[in-house]
């Protein structure tokens, strides 16, 4: 008797889209869908690039990658790249997949740390085998190298959101799910506890239903407007409040990965796609004019502009609760990151696990809902703190922005996680967080974070089987790499658009 019947998902784009597909699959015929959208709104269309745990949803879903990739002019994409961000100069990347390989109890950056201690063992990115392949313009798909025990390539994706959204919508309405054109001006609410009863649309249409979805964006129609859940601003760490973007024609190379370059007061993104590279400056207004920020981004383009630049505007952080009474929020309606690290899609992706593991009924468990909103945070910070890293821990004296966020106090759980990093050169994953400690380590090693210390079990190798080892697991690395096959020409034989 108590069973949700209908959900309404007011909102479409890629958050909409994804929760629409990701329903109908999990709930099949028992669970009506009904999709509210409204063409004369649009989509942002943010998060064009990816992380790997994109490809558990495609794999949920029985998505084939190479149609996937094909029908949304994709890319492959092996980590991402960030430019100027310790000092002006510097380049590293987060890569996707691991770091050499531990030894016994031992995490394998350990026994890196010891040989740079001696002056030898090369950079940490020797031992990636996604970096190696994607420094040069490669791409391969590797469960492991060769014989060997050595972990192989993780890849995602960069998309064009809006063929993403088209992509995911063919699909879901396929199985079921109802889409209905127009834009909302009104949300009932029942009288007697609060609860959403429905929404009514231009022309005094009304939709009801049981369990809402709010995708409605920065506006957060629902969760906001109507169930006033409130909001947290972060401006304070992450400060950047507008964004310029644009996409351009290639300039000659079809790069497998994402490209964060800082700029004075802000960064600056670059998102190869087959048909286009799409570009974005990420920018602070009190460091910064919107027209000053135009140039910054055509300034540093390496095609010809293919549109007109558009603005967004937005304040860093998210709702206080993202689940309030029958409504839950998803994507932008929920929270807003800066897409330093790909993470907008991921967290629609894992908001809409999440509400599949805790699909409620209709007494709405308030326990229920308070267990969704603690996780659902928790994610929001840890994500929140691992951008932070990237400006806290910067050398740069070039202009006021970069200074600041340097002289800002970081949270207080990243500044214990830096001090360890640096005292003892040991990080810890808590409980679920996204980021492993394998990116932490290329994060912190990037911007110059250098450790005092390594495990003492380090130095339970012998120096001459320590080199064996390091030589060893480079020259794997290094054959592979020059085996993988050149990422547009794996593009055009498998999954050209």
């Not at 996680?417 to 967080?433: C, P």
């Amino acid at each position: 008797m108590n069973k949700i019947r209908s959900v309404i998902i007011v909102g479409g784009g890629a958050a909409g889209w994804m929760a629409a597909a990701v329903l109908a699959k999990a709930f099949g015929p028992q669970l009506a869908i009904t999709l509210i959208e409204s063409e004369e709104i649009g989509i942002v269309g943010v998060g064009e690039a990816t992380i790997p745990q994109i490809r558990l949803l495609n794999s949920f879903l029985d998505i084939d990658e190479t149609d996937f990739v094909r029908a949304t002019q994709g890319t492959f994409k092996l980590g991402i790249e960030f430019n100027d961000w310790g000092r002006l100069g510097d380049s590293y990347m987060h890569a996707f997949g691991d770091i050499g390989m531990p030894l016994g109890l031992t995490p394998f950056h350990h026994y890196w740390l010891r040989a740079r201690r001696a002056g030898k063992g090369g950079s940490l990115w020797d031992y990636s085998l996604n970096y190696q392949i994607a420094r040069r313009d490669r791409f391969a798909i590797l469960e492991r190298v060769g014989a060997s025990r050595l972990s192989g390539t993780r890849h995602a994706f960069h998309f064009d959101a809006a063929l993403y959204a088209r992509f995911l919508r063919a699909r879901a309405e396929k199985a079921g799910v109802r889409r209905i054109e127009g834009r909302i001006v009104d949300v009932r609410l029942r009288a007697d506890d609060g609860f959403i009863d429905g929404v009514r649309l231009e022309g005094d249409r009304r939709i009801d239903g049981d369990f809402f979805i709010d995708c409605s964006g920065f506006r957060g129609l629902l969760i906001e407007g109507a169930l006033q859940a409130g909001y947290e601003d972060w401006t304070h760490w992450l400060p950047c409040d507008r964004a310029v973007a644009a996409p351009c024609a290639h300039g000659g190379r079809l790069r497998p990965y994402t490209q964060a370059s800082a700029r004075k007061s802000g960064w600056q993104w670059r998102i190869p796609l087959q048909h286009r590279v799409g570009n974005g400056h990420v920018y602070c207004s009190r460091f910064i004019s919107d027209d000053e920020a135009v140039e910054v981004l055509k300034a540093n383009l390496e095609g010809e502009l293919l549109a007109e630049p558009r603005f967004l505007r937005f304040t860093t952080g998210m709702r206080r609760r993202q689940w309030v009474k029958n409504c839950v929020s998803l994507g932008l309606a929920s929270g807003f990151l800066e897409p330093l690290e790909s993470t907008s899609i991921h967290l629609i992706q894992s908001g809409v696990s999440r509400l599949v593991s805790m699909f409620p009924d209709r007494r709405f468990d308030p326990a229920l809902i308070a267990e969704f909103n603690r996780q659902s945070r928790f994610e929001f910070e840890r994500i929140r703190d691992f951008i932070i890293l990237h400006y806290r821990a910067n050398e740069r004296d070039d202009s006021p922005f970069w200074i600041e966020r340097r002289e800002t106090a970081a949270p207080d759980a990243l500044q214990a996680k830096m001090e360890l990093f640096q005292s003892t050169g040991r990080i810890y994953r808590e409980h679920e967080e996204l980021f492993t400690e394998t990116g932490w380590l290329q994060v912190m090693t990037g911007q110059r974070l250098a450790p005092l210390r390594y495990h003492p079990l380090a130095d339970g190798l012998d120096a001459a089987k320590l080199d064996e080892f390091l030589d060893n697991i480079r020259l794997l690395i290094d054959r592979a790499a020059a085996a993988a096959t050149p990422h547009a020409d794996y593009i055009r034989a498998h999954c050209a658009a």
